[in-house]
């Protein structure tokens, strides 16, 4: 049974999402503000969290931006809630870590397709095997990533983008191809898949093993351990 954080100021709204989440199986953990919200990451540790952007104190955007790299976060998946509907906005959500953007009012029927699709889209892979290539280890089943003994700080869609281009090994996909298969969302741009690598570069960096992620030229990204 998955667990899912309720983070919104309105009692109202936690209420009712709550009352659809348990009647889908959910288990339902609510915070009114992120530092309670906090809390729950560390102590529960939910399986995926709906964040409403405007809270009280720390907006739900900043702290999806400062959890984007933070440990505790531990690869949870965050779907954004707001009444900005704005292209815009989503684009700026979705920069920020978001893996999905809901805008408000929101139908439940739609919130809980959401849920269902993120969850299937970071969880689907638990039980695949270990990749591994000249020391660059990912781990499915712990959705670890490691070089030797260190392990490695990835983001939910830094995860993602390396486990694709890991499984599809010397493939070559265009921006498009992969927001259509990490995204799942009409609402990225191309600049944000760049953003993306290069950021997952500058992870493997260090290692040397930022040469594996390849831009081919007019076409897109390729995993390759090939120069």
């Avoid at 493939?171 to 799942?184: A, G, K, P, T």
């Amino acid at each position: 049974m998955s667990c899912i954080l309720v983070v919104d100021d309105d009692p109202a709204i936690r209420e009712m999402v709550g009352m659809a989440l348990i009647r889908e199986g959910y288990e339902m953990l609510e915070a009114g503000n992120t530092l309670e919200a906090r809390q729950l990451i560390t102590t529960r540790k939910p399986d995926l969290m709906l964040l409403d952007w405007m809270l009280p104190g720390q907006s739900g955007f900043e702290f999806a931006r400062q959890l984007y790299n933070d440990k505790t976060r531990d690869n949870l998946p965050v779907i954004m809630l707001t009444a900005r509907g704005q292209e815009v906005d989503k684009v700026a959500a979705l920069e920020a870590g978001a893996d999905d953007y809901v805008s408000k009012p929101f139908s439940v029927s739609e919130l809980l397709a959401r849920i269902k699709a993120v969850l299937r889209r970071t969880g689907q892979h638990d039980d695949t095997l270990l990749l591994e290539n000249d020391g660059l280890r990912l781990d499915p089943g712990t959705r670890r990533v490691s070089i030797g003994d260190t392990l490695l700080e990835l983001s939910p869609l830094e995860y993602r983008l390396l486990y694709f281009l890991m499984t599809h090994r010397e493939h070559v996909y265009s921006r498009q191809q992969l927001i259509e298969n990490i995204w799942d969302t009409a609402y990225v741009e191309d600049r944000t898949v760049d953003v993306h690598i290069r950021r997952l570069r500058k992870i493997l960096e260090p290692s040397g093993h930022d040469c594996f992620i390849q831009t081919v030229r007019s076409a897109g990204y390729r995993f390759s351990v090939q120069a």
